[in-house]
């Protein structure tokens, strides 16, 4: 019988490449993870009814779609009265832990991209249908995922107009609730979202943690005899004093070094068609051991510690996007790579020239090389795309496709494609702006020579 060909010659262990393929194929198509909604309620304030008038519950329903879910869940009754307030109840503590069960705590449990997308509806109950108060809001204006807010809901008796309870949803600390409105009824509460990154983040986490994990080990293991080797090395001088008088050769060397460096530089501009590529293959080299020796720094500990200070605001300001929610976390379909690409691309005027500027550099670069740069053109083609469309698409919608075209033709890469974008958004403000400064100046000099006439 043939042998498999998705497998090797040893008959037991699957190809590389086929066993790759299989678990990427299997991280794309893993199924949504279940998302979980954990309110608290904390109390209900100002309620417009008798004072021996008291709530029942509070209940919580999410509508998917449009479709209303069977999955209600309740509170109990209220814990006591506010002594301070009048009418107003207290359901819980601030802070309970959201992990316990808790009769003021309302869980839903559904797949993460339903909940994200939900509408949510509180209902505080009495035993008169009639004196019930609604309160609404949508999870994705209000909450992120793997994040507490603390929300002061309006309440409503009329449920068709409680959907306005949405845009008066209030964030805020627990320091500030009793700062907030006190004349309508409202609803205090701690709301959480927690779910799943995506499957191919959840890889990539999981990856990188197996990989910091054998560099501690690794680092544990030779760090006193690297540490050991390095301190040798420094005070080697002081070991050895003989080894100073190495210095009497080699400054003269050093000397003549630096005075003969700007000929060197003239011999490079001349012969610069032979010695490019050498120089080019000397780069690539250089930026290839660097990356490999930076990564291999940042991934120990100390290495960790210095980028997290540095990227954990990038890291954050990211999230808070709806863009970085979409990438992280498992609450809907994946965002374009144009999507990304505008989440994280600067949007002030000079911000975006010195990025059209870098861009139109990259895609002129191939004229370094005549022949072989056509061959980086095609795939820098779609990356220019990309990017001229997250930046320019709302002022230049076809701007992206010319980009497209100008890097596949052949000699046309000297057009700065993604300047013109810039000049066509910000051109015509400047230029008005410049007019207007003109206008006050010439009106200025109006007066002063009216002025000196007189």
């Known amino acids: 019988m043939a042998p498999n060909p998705s497998y090797s010659n040893s008959g037991s262990q699957m190809d590389p490449l086929v066993a790759t393929a299989k678990v990427a194929k299997a991280i794309m198509s893993a199924p949504a993870g279940n998302g979980r909604l954990v309110a608290t309620i904390l109390s209900a304030y100002d309620l417009p009814y008798a004072a021996t008038d008291v709530p029942t519950s509070v209940t919580l329903s999410y509508t998917d779609r449009g479709r209303h879910s069977t999955n209600i869940v309740s509170t109990g009754p209220p814990a006591a009265k506010h002594r301070d307030h009048a009418n107003s109840f207290k359901f819980g503590s601030p802070n309970s832990d959201a992990n316990s069960a808790l009769p003021n705590q309302l869980v839903v449990s559904a797949p993460l991209p339903t909940l994200f997308e939900s509408e949510l509806t509180f209902t505080l109950t009495y035993d008169d249908p009639s004196k019930n108060l609604t309160s609404r809001c949508k999870v994705n204006k209000t909450l992120r995922v793997n994040e507490t807010q603390w929300l002061i809901l309006n309440l409503d008796n009329d449920t068709n107009t409680a959907a306005a309870a949405t845009h008066s949803a209030l964030r805020s600390s627990p320091s500030a609730i009793s700062n907030s409105t006190v004349d309508k009824p409202t609803l205090r509460l701690k709301l959480r979202l927690e779910g799943p990154y995506r499957p191919e983040i959840a890889a990539l986490i999981h990856l990188f943690d197996g990989w910091f994990h054998v560099v501690d080990v690794l680092t544990d293991t030779t760090g006193g005899a690297t540490k050991g080797i390095l301190d040798g090395i420094v005070h080697v001088p002081n070991k050895l004093p003989a080894i100073k008088l190495l210095l009497l050769p080699g400054v003269p060397l ?123 053109d095609v795939a820098w083609a779609p990356i220019s795309m990309v990017l001229i469309g997250a930046m320019y698409d709302v002022t230049s919608p076809a701007l992206k496709y010319f980009a497209l075209m100008e890097e596949l033709l052949p000699f046309t890469d000297i057009v700065p494609s993604a300047t013109l974008g810039w000049m066509k958004e910000f051109g015509p403000g400047l230029l008005e702006e410049g007019r207007k400064r003109m206008e006050g100046k010439t009106n200025v000099n109006r007066r002063q020579v009216v002025v000196s006439r007189r």
Not at 271 to 290: A, E, K, N, Q, Y
Not at 298 to 304: I, K, Q, V
Not at 312 to 337: A, H, K
Not at 349 to 375: C, N, Q, R, W
């Open 254 to 376: 050093t000397a003549m070094g630096v005075v003969a460096a700007p000929v060197l530089v003239g011999l490079l501009i001349v012969g610069m068609p032979v010695f490019l590529p050498f120089f080019l293959l000397l780069l690539s080299t250089t930026v290839i051991v660097g990356a490999l020796g930076s990564g291999l720094y940042f991934s120990t500990r100390d290495g960790r510690t210095r980028i997290q200070h540095v990227a954990e605001p990038t890291y954050q300001t990211f999230l808070m996007t709806t863009t970085g929610q979409r990438i992280i976390y498992d609450v809907g379909p994946r965002p374009s790579p144009q999507a990304l690409a505008h989440a994280i691309l600067p949007e002030g005027m000079i911000g975006k020239l010195i990025v059209s500027l870098t861009i139109d550099f990259i895609g002129s670069a191939s004229y370094l090389l005549p022949i072989v740069g056509e061959g980086f």
